[in-house]
């Protein structure tokens, strides 16, 4: 596989403080101005100089990162830095955008997701996504979480589809509020249960990685402190990306932190460290509240 | 005076009366700087005055003008010698006429009774008097309720209100126009459809199987027996209609959905645009289109085939109305497409879903209440499409459901009655409004079912 590499000078290149023994993984080297440990070991998701360009904007620049198993990495930086563009590569949300050009390579465990074989509907159901907005279908409750597992043919029978809801439902925290009104309008729901709505029916089709961007905006703090529960108990079993603009979120619910800033990946780390003792002046400065 | 030149003058002095308004409002205050201190903006106290300058004057204007006419009509009559005065109501109406006639110059004086001529000229003074009386009073009245409005300006006038509620009047009146021309329509083929009813048995004629709406002349004419059944006229028009939603719905709403949903934006701006130029055509130009060109063409390629078609078949009919209504589902489906938000398509194509799948679950659902609407008008519009009938399936009421035979349609039937001499005693005639009725009646339940079907299955975002 040939990787396509964007040299590129800027601004915020120059304050980098490069530091080598950060990529210490055996066996692999990554060419990276980012700050701290951009690997992991056995990660799901493998990003290698990714660039995204919008016709001439260049939104992505070389960005490279690892996402673990079994952990949340939150995404934080200020608006238009691209992190929410960065969370779209990931599930190839862009190909639906016009114009978006993407280069570098992401794999899914070890596989790249931008190759010619890759199939798109395949991809995405390993790779669920949640939205700012919530936007359950205009169907029932039921049918909103039962329509991936039709799609994909996950269901056998009307038992199985059954049962796949259930837990869904029950796993996004949401089934003893909606148990006795399954077949009601999930747009009739309160946002925060139909956040959660939109959380079960990505976890309907049993994907690796969940998605999330800016989750808990549109939602009231009683809302947001349900789903950043919920995110914290699905961390058993996916492995999710989140983009916020909440700090105290992303302290909260991450284990590691990635801070984005007008394209370019400055700093990665342990949440706790990135967030107690950040190491590039960037992230100290949005940290603190400096800017952003 | 001419009563276009009043109302022209009342307009002026209403004009007039706002700008004074308006500069009497400022002035009132202290000028510009004090205009804080008024209720309203001086635009709104010129408004309200100039609503009270022209509305009643003009109102009155009108009320004069239909009520003076009587009051001439009274006093022409009066005048006349006592042996016009007692003529029986037929022969006054037209002695009327006469009078009329010779008032507008439509029969010259020379040709026409003394007494006409004399009372056409009474007539003549009489409503030129009256006309002038009618027009200085109008005047009068702008000029009066006017000014008093203008005293009646303070600055805590509450202008704007009164202004804004006399526009919610003005709205509230529009929307009447509608509603009650409805209403007129209803109750006029109402009217006239009973009057039907007395001739011809309701049964009859909505079950009977024959339609021959003759009257005889005389008894021992041929064909003298007429029939009113309509249900000839009915299976034609859902013949017909039904061939021609058959043709667009498919064909319109994939043509939206390749519009909305495949189509690159260039190839979009020009075809949308295309395709809604079929809904300019005149139907009669699609009329000879079907009657010069589909109709031969189907006869030719159903001979060989071994069928017989007849050169004015349902089915030319239908195909070319088909065509004809594809834009009105294409469009109104096309919009409602592009209205669901991104974010629904979003949801779907993150749970993996292909294009087609997204389409068929979560878009078209979403757009029903828009395609369902489409189909409406493309359905109503085939059937109370005339023309394209008229020339290419023909006038004869067959009562069958092949396709390759020639029909006629409700609209059709309406309008070969009412073409002509027509008499008003006659069913012959009435039957038109008979037709017209069962007519309305039948697309206002297909509404009717339609919005029900809407309501149930509408899957409403937002």
Not at chain 1, 116 to 126: C, E, G, P, T
Not at chain 2, 329 to 347: E, F, H, K, N
Request: charged content about 15%.
């Amino acid at each position: 596989m040939t990787i396509e590499q964007h040299q590129h000078v800027t601004n915020v290149a120059r304050d980098v403080v490069f530091n080598e023994s950060d990529h210490s993984r055996p066996g692999e080297q990554v060419d990276t101005k980012t700050v701290g440990q951009v690997t992991v070991e056995a990660p799901v998701i493998t990003a290698r100089h990714v660039n995204v360009h919008y016709s001439e904007k260049h939104a992505i620049k070389d960005v490279s990162i690892d996402v673990a198993r079994n952990s949340v990495i939150a995404f934080i930086g200020p608006s238009g830095c691209g992190k929410s563009t960065f969370l779209r590569c990931i599930n190839r949300m862009n190909d639906t955008i016009p114009n978006a050009k993407v280069s570098g390579s992401i794999q899914l465990d070890g596989i790249d997701i931008y190759d010619r074989s890759q199939d798109i509907v395949q991809l995405r159901a390993r790779v669920g996504m949640v939205f700012q907005k919530p936007n359950p279908f205009p169907k029932s409750i039921y049918e909103n979480v039962a329509y991936g597992p039709r799609i994909h043919g996950l269901a056998g029978n009307r038992a199985d589809l059954d049962e796949i809801v259930q837990t869904s439902l029950r796993k996004a925290g949401l089934w003893e509020e909606v148990k006795d009104r399954l077949d009601n309008p999930g747009t009739g729901l309160s946002g925060g249960q139909q956040q959660r709505l939109c959380i079960a029916r990505a976890i309907a089709v049993d994907p690796e990685v969940i998605l999330m961007d800016e989750p808990c905006s549109a939602l009231d703090p009683i809302a947001t402190a349900k789903v950043e529960d919920l995110i914290d108990e699905l961390r058993e079993n996916y492995a999710i990306v989140i983009v916020t603009h909440s700090m105290q979120q992303a302290a909260r619910v991450s284990q590691r932190t990635a801070y984005f800033h007008l394209g370019d990946l400055i700093e990665v780390g342990p949440t706790e460290q990135i967030f107690t003792n950040p190491r590039h002046k960037l992230t100290e400065d949005y940290i603190t509240g400096r800017f952003g | 005076m001419h009563s276009s030149t009043v109302v022209v003058v009342i307009l002026l002095l209403a004009s007039a009366a706002y700008q004074w308004a308006k500069s009497r409002s400022i002035s009132l205050v202290g000028g510009t700087r004090g205009v804080r201190n008024l209720h309203s903006l001086p635009a709104y106290y010129g408004m309200y005055v100039a609503l009270w300058c022209a509305l009643p004057a003009l109102a009155l204007l009108g009320l004069w003008h239909l009520l003076g006419d009587r009051v001439v009509l009274q006093l022409v009559l009066a005048q006349m010698p006592t042996a016009f005065q007692q003529l029986p109501a037929d022969q006054a109406g037209l002695l009327l006429n006469d009078i009329r006639n010779v008032v507008s110059g439509a029969v010259p004086m020379e040709t026409a009774r003394p007494e006409v001529v004399m009372a056409a000229h009474h007539w003549q003074t009489l409503s030129g008097q009256s006309n002038l009386a009618g027009g200085l009073l109008a005047l009068c009245v702008a000029v009066l309720v006017g000014s008093l409005a203008v005293r009646s300006i303070k600055p805590d006038l509450r202008a704007r209100n009164r202004v804004e509620s006399a526009a919610e009047w003005a709205l509230l009146a529009c929307s009447g126009v509608a509603v009650l021309t409805t209403i007129g329509i209803v109750v006029s083929v109402l009217y006239e459809a009973i009057h039907f009813f007395h001739f011809v048995s309701p049964i009859d004629f909505l079950f009977g199987t024959t339609w021959s709406p003759q009257m005889a002349m005389r008894a021992d004419q041929v064909g003298s027996s007429g029939a009113f059944g309509a249900v000839p006229l009915f299976t034609g028009t859902l013949l017909i209609a039904s061939i021609a939603l058959v043709v667009s719905v498919p064909i319109g709403l994939f043509s939206a959905i390749f519009l909305a949903e495949y189509a690159a934006r260039g190839v979009r701006t020009v075809v949308k645009p295309l395709l809604e130029i079929l809904a300019g055509i005149p139907t009669v130009v699609y009329g000879f289109f079907a009657a010069m060109t589909v109709g031969p063409l189907l006869r030719t390629v159903g001979e060989s085939f071994g069928l017989t078609v007849a050169s004015e078949s349902a089915l030319s009919a239908g195909l070319v109305m088909g065509v004809m209504i594809i834009p009105f589902v294409s469009s109104l489906a096309d919009d409602m497409i592009t209205a669901v938000p991104q974010s629904l398509r979003d949801g779907a194509y993150a749970l993996g879903a292909t294009r087609s799948e997204t389409i068929r679950n979560v878009v078209l659902p979403a757009a029903l209440p828009g395609i369902v609407g489409g189909v409406l008008l493309a359905a109503s519009r085939a059937i109370g499409e005339t023309m394209i009938v008229v020339m290419a399936a023909g006038l004869s009421a067959n009562l069958t459901a092949n396709p390759f035979e020639a029909v006629t349609t409700v609209t059709v039937q309406i309008a070969t009655l009412l073409v002509g001499d027509s008499e008003f005693d006659s069913p012959k005639t009435l039957a038109a409004f008979a037709l017209g009725l069962v007519l309305f009646l039948a697309t206002l339940g297909l509404n009717i079912v339609a919005l029900k079907v809407v309501r149930k299955y509408r899957e409403q975002y937002d």
